[in-house]
């Protein structure tokens, strides 16, 4: 079986409203309260999102997102009502695309989920129409496979950093303001500075020889982020 949307949180009432109110908005979802019923749904299942809590009674949400992306790369939303900068960094760097603190708003949280679904599920007929294998200095970008290839190690994209780096590829030596990746990488006003910063930071730790002084990546202080041709 194949829902759009599995949602892993401890909490039973907040995961069956919410997983209620986006089927009745016409988003399938399903919703687990523990890190062993989630690994079991999905050796039986797929989905195209994961909304992930931190605390999961005595499970990890930050060990389980480990676990998830050794074998999937869809997007993964984490929803606490943890909201230092500390655990948003790090749910950022150990791969979730997207962190939203409770109590969230059931309609934003909604509209974020449909514009990731829809990047998500489109992504593969928009990377056909792409050039499969782009150079970037030593790093060879492959988009059919969503990877980059640097000193003999394979790196895998994720989700929002493949969307975010064809966004850079087509846009080459142009700013692009923050406000533009918001509008037209996420397709929505509510994402933080601090989001789009880790995936910047890292796709140059992927592409870039010396991440602390980026060739092809350039910040534009006070405006946004540049990708300049090498030539």
């Given at each position: 079986?194949?829902?759009?949307?599995?949602?892993?949180?401890?909490?039973?009432?907040?995961?069956?409203?919410?997983?209620?109110?986006?089927?009745?908005?016409?988003?399938?979802?399903?919703?687990?309260?523990?890190?062993?019923?989630?690994?079991?749904?999905?050796?039986?299942?797929?989905?195209?999102?994961?909304?992930?809590?931190?605390?999961?009674?005595?499970?990890?949400?930050?060990?389980?997102?480990?676990?998830?992306?050794?074998?999937?790369?869809?997007?993964?939303?984490?929803?606490?009502?943890?909201?230092?900068?500390?655990?948003?960094?790090?749910?950022?760097?150990?791969?979730?695309?997207?962190?939203?603190?409770?109590?969230?708003?059931?309609?934003?949280?909604?509209?974020?989920?449909?514009?990731?679904?829809?990047?998500?599920?489109?992504?593969?007929?928009?990377?056909?129409?792409?050039?499969?294998?782009?150079?970037?200095?030593?790093?060879?970008?492959?988009?059919?496979?969503?990877?980059?290839?640097?000193?003999?190690?394979?790196?895998?994209?994720?989700?929002?950093?493949?969307?975010?780096?064809?966004?850079?590829?087509?846009?080459?030596?142009?700013?692009?303001?923050?406000?533009?990746?918001?509008?037209?990488?996420?397709?929505?006003?509510y994402v933080s500075e601090v989001t789009l910063?880790?995936?910047?930071?890292?796709?140059?730790?992927k592409i870039e020889d010396d991440p602390s002084?980026?060739?092809?990546?350039?910040?534009?202080?006070?405006?946004?982020?540049?990708?300049?041709?090498?030539a």
């Amino acid at each position: 079986m194949h829902t759009s949307v599995l949602m892993i949180d401890d909490e039973p009432e907040l995961a069956e409203y919410t997983a209620k109110y986006f089927n009745i908005s016409g988003v399938r979802t399903e919703y687990v309260l523990n890190a062993e019923d989630a690994h079991e749904f999905l050796r039986e299942n797929t989905c195209s999102l994961i909304l992930l809590d931190i605390n999961l009674g005595t499970d990890s949400g930050f060990d389980l997102c480990r676990e998830i992306r050794n074998t999937m790369n869809v997007p993964i939303f984490f929803i606490s009502a943890r909201s230092s900068e500390d655990d948003m960094l790090l749910a950022l760097g150990i791969g979730g695309d997207d962190y939203i603190c409770k109590p969230y708003s059931l309609g934003v949280l909604l509209a974020k989920v449909k514009a990731a679904l829809k990047r998500y599920e489109e992504s593969g007929a928009k990377s056909s129409a792409e050039e499969d294998m782009i150079k970037l200095g030593n790093a060879s970008v492959d988009l059919k496979k969503a990877s980059v290839t640097k000193g003999g190690k394979t790196f895998p994209l994720k989700a929002m950093e493949y969307k975010l780096l064809v966004y850079l590829l087509s846009n080459k030596n142009r700013v692009i303001a923050k406000n533009e990746f918001f509008e037209k990488v996420w397709e929505t006003d509510y994402v933080s500075e601090v989001t789009l910063n880790v995936h910047i930071r890292h796709l140059r730790e992927k592409i870039e020889d010396d991440p602390s002084r980026p060739c092809f990546i350039k910040t534009v202080w006070g405006v946004g982020f540049m990708l300049e041709d090498e030539a």
